[in-house]
């Protein structure tokens, strides 16, 4: 248990929709990525959190956007959903963002966009 | 041509066998690399994680880093059936200031048969 929490675990969903995806960071991290892994494109990051500001973004969509709150759990937002957003989307937490610290991943939420 | 190339396999070896995973990649500015064991349908798991060009030695895990080819390793002696998996390759540092996510291989599925 890498003490990164995911919810909802499963979550299916029809084209069109929005839906939001949770993440609580191990105690004391104060950064979060978003990463997203399907069968094609593997595991790809999406966009890093650090104490509630954004801090660096990779291959994210306009459709999906991201928040940490205060109490530094984050948020992803997937709205107009297509098919092809149907993969598994893993959060993990570091203490401080910098590369030279692990990052731990949650067990991910897997959604499926019918 | 992908940041990072891996062969997904599958690669089955027998149990005792030394296993040898690598990854190839393209963008000189990486400067942390790292292995992840992942189990079907679970989070990455940070195995091994190393700074700039060396060897490191943890238990039966031995990573190489050589950055003038451009080339990582992951040995794995002794390997026993619980070491059955998808081994990802990822690397980070390409940013400067240190914000940036992780560049993930496609994974290279590993099997050990009993």
């Known amino acids: 248990d890498s003490g990164v929490t995911q919810t909802p675990k499963h979550l299916i969903t029809a084209t069109g929709q929005r839906v939001t995806l949770r993440c609580s960071p191990r105690?004391?991290?104060?950064?979060v990525y978003w990463y997203q892994q399907s069968l094609d494109q593997g595991l790809q990051f999406l966009i890093q959190?650090?104490?509630?500001?954004?801090?660096a973004k990779g291959n994210i969509l306009e459709r999906f956007s991201a928040q940490q709150f205060p109490d530094l759990h984050s948020e992803l937002n997937l709205s107009s959903l297509e098919l092809g957003d149907s993969a598994l989307y893993f959060c993990?937490?570091?203490?401080?963002?910098?590369?030279?610290?692990?990052?731990?991943f949650g067990p991910g939420t897997r959604l499926t966009v019918l | 041509q992908k940041e990072v190339e891996q062969d997904p396999g599958p690669l089955s070896v027998p149990e005792g066998a030394i296993v040898s995973l690598n990854c190839t990649y393209s963008n000189s500015a990486f400067q942390y690399f790292m292995w992840y064991r992942q189990y079907s349908r679970k989070g990455p798991e940070l195995l091994m994680y190393t700074y700039s060009s060396g060897n490191k030695e943890d238990g039966r895990f031995t990573a190489q880093v050589d950055k003038s080819s451009k080339y990582i390793s992951l040995f794995i002696r002794d390997s026993q059936p619980s070491d059955s998996a998808t081994y990802l390759c990822a690397m980070s540092g390409g940013i400067e200031g240190g914000a940036d996510g992780l560049t993930f291989g496609k994974g290279t599925h590993l099997i050990i048969q009993p």
């Open positions: 959190y650090y104490n509630g500001e954004e801090r």
């Open positions: 105690s004391g991290d104060l950064s």
């Open positions: 993990a937490s570091s203490s401080d963002g910098t590369p030279y610290n692990e990052q731990f």
